[in-house]
C-alpha cells in the first residue's frame, strides 16, 4: 500500500517539470549558420589592400650606361687598374662617378683661387689678409667660414635632393642630360675636358699645398 502512495506521488510531481526537448542544439547550428555567413559577407565586402607602389631599384642610371660613357674611356678602353667598377651595385659606381666629379670641380675652383688671392686680389675685410692662401684661411673671420660652410652646404643639400630624380646622370647638378645627350660631340667633349681637368686639379692642389707647407711657396714663387 505504502510502494503504490509512493509511485502516485512520483508521478504527480513528474508533471510539474518542464519536459527535456531537443529544440536547443537546432538553434545553436542555425547561430552558427548566420555567423559563418555574416562573416563570408564581410570579407566579400571588404575592400581589396591597396597593391604598394613600385619603387626603382636605383634612381640613376646603370653601371653599364656610366661606363659605356665617352667621357669614360681613356686610351681607348675604360681605365680602372684597381677593377673599382667591379666593385658594389650601380650605385656605387655612381657614387664614384659623382663623387669624382664633384671633387675635381672643388679643385678647379680652389686652384683658380689660390692664385687669385697670392696675386693679392682679396678685396673682403679691407685687403688685410695676408696672399698666402694658407695664412689668410687662419686670418679669415668667423663670419666669412660661416658663409663659407652654409654656402657649401646648402648646394650639398640640394645635390642630394637631386640625386635622387630617376636617371639621374652622376655629377649633373643642373640637368643638362634632359636637353642634350652623349649624341652631340661638342657635350661629350666638353665632358671629357670637365673630368680630365678636374683629374689634373685635384693633383695640383695637393702639390700646391705641400709646397707651401714645406718651403713657403706660393704665388709665382712657385715656379722659380
Known amino acids: 500500500m505504502k510502494l503504490a502512495i509512493a509511485t502516485t506521488l512520483l508521478t504527480a510531481a513528474?508533471?510539474?517539470?518542464?519536459?527535456?526537448?531537443?529544440?536547443?542544439?537546432?538553434k545553436t547550428a542555425v547561430v552558427l549558420s548566420m555567423s559563418e555567413e555574416e562573416a563570408a559577407v564581410e570579407e566579400e565586402a571588404a575592400p581589396e589592400p591597396e597593391p604598394e607602389p613600385v619603387v626603382a631599384a636605383s634612381a640613376c642610371i646603370s653601371?653599364?650606361?656610366?661606363?659605356?660613357?665617352?667621357?669614360?674611356?681613356?686610351?681607348?678602353?675604360?681605365?680602372?687598374?684597381?677593377?673599382?667598377?667591379?666593385?658594389?651595385?650601380?650605385?656605387?659606381?655612381?657614387?664614384?662617378?659623382?663623387?669624382?666629379?664633384?671633387?675635381?670641380?672643388?679643385?678647379?675652383?680652389?686652384?683658380?683661387?689660390?692664385?687669385?688671392?697670392?696675386?693679392?686680389?682679396?678685396?673682403?675685410f679691407d685687403s688685410t689678409l695676408s696672399s698666402d692662401p694658407l695664412e689668410a684661411a687662419k686670418q679669415l673671420p668667423t663670419v666669412g667660414w660661416l658663409q663659407f660652410v652654409l654656402g657649401c652646404g646648402a648646394i650639398e643639400w640640394l645635390a642630394q635632393d637631386i640625386k635622387k630624380r630617376p636617371g639621374y646622370v652622376p655629377g649633373d647638378l643642373l640637368g643638362a642630360a634632359y636637353w642634350v645627350d652623349d649624341s652631340d660631340e661638342g657635350w661629350v667633349d666638353y665632358q671629357n675636358k670637365e673630368i680630365n681637368n678636374g683629374r689634373l686639379a685635384m693633383v695640383a692642389i695637393m702639390g700646391i699645398i705641400v709646397q707651401d707647407l714645406l718651403y713657403g711657396n706660393y704665388g709665382d714663387q712657385i715656379f722659380k
Open 63 to 124: 653601371k653599364e650606361a656610366i661606363l659605356a660613357e665617352p667621357n669614360t674611356l681613356e686610351f681607348g678602353s675604360v681605365w680602372d687598374p684597381l677593377n673599382l667598377a667591379e666593385t658594389g651595385s650601380d650605385e656605387t659606381l655612381a657614387w664614384f662617378r659623382h663623387a669624382e666629379v664633384k671633387h675635381g670641380r672643388v679643385a678647379m675652383a680652389a686652384c683658380l683661387g689660390w692664385y687669385i688671392t697670392a696675386a693679392g686680389v682679396h678685396p673682403a
Open 14 to 26: 513528474s508533471a510539474f517539470v518542464t519536459p527535456h526537448t531537443g529544440y536547443a542544439a537546432p
